[in-house]
Nanobody, 122 residues
Framework: QVQLVESGGGLVQAGGSLRLSCAAS????????MGWFRQAPGKEREFVATISKSGSITYYADSVKGRFTISRDNAKNTVYLQMNSLKPEDTAVYYCAAGPRVVVRTASYDYWGQGTQVTVSS
């Protein structure tokens, strides 16, 4: 069992930056691949980024490639999402998730956090 708690969301102007954190409970954090997803009002939850257990492999949605960076610190049981050059269309609730492998499918992740709101004003 893994419990995930996101933080770092907020209101930012277009072009600004935010760093999201996701803290995991338990001693098995390093055995999970981690992902970030987001869900805007009226839309389905969508993949943003994922990182392998060791952090050596990362993969991004085309919409955030070059602007967002996913990273993890296994000693701190934490995964991060650095978001730069934010756009109004990045506005959503952002969720972190833990799963067995680096994949983009929502259904492949076993554990989810409660989400943190990111709002980007124009």
């Amino acid at each position: 069992q893994v419990q995930l708690v996101e933080s770092g969301g907020g209101l930012v102007q277009a072009g600004g930056s935010l760093r999201l954190s996701c803290a995991a409970s338990g001693r098995t954090f390093s055995t999970y691949a981690m992902g970030w997803f987001r869900q805007a009002p009226g839309k389905e939850r969508e993949f943003v980024a994922t990182i392998s257990k060791s952090g050596s492999i990362t993969y991004y949605a085309d919409s955030v490639k070059g602007r967002f960076t996913i990273s993890r610190d296994n000693a701190k049981n934490t995964v991060y999402l650095q978001m730069n050059s934010l756009k109004p269309e990045d506005t959503a609730v952002y969720y972190c998730a833990a799963g067995p492998r680096v994949v983009v499918r929502t259904a492949s992740y076993d554990y989810w956090g409660q989400g943190t709101q990111v709002t980007v004003s124009s």
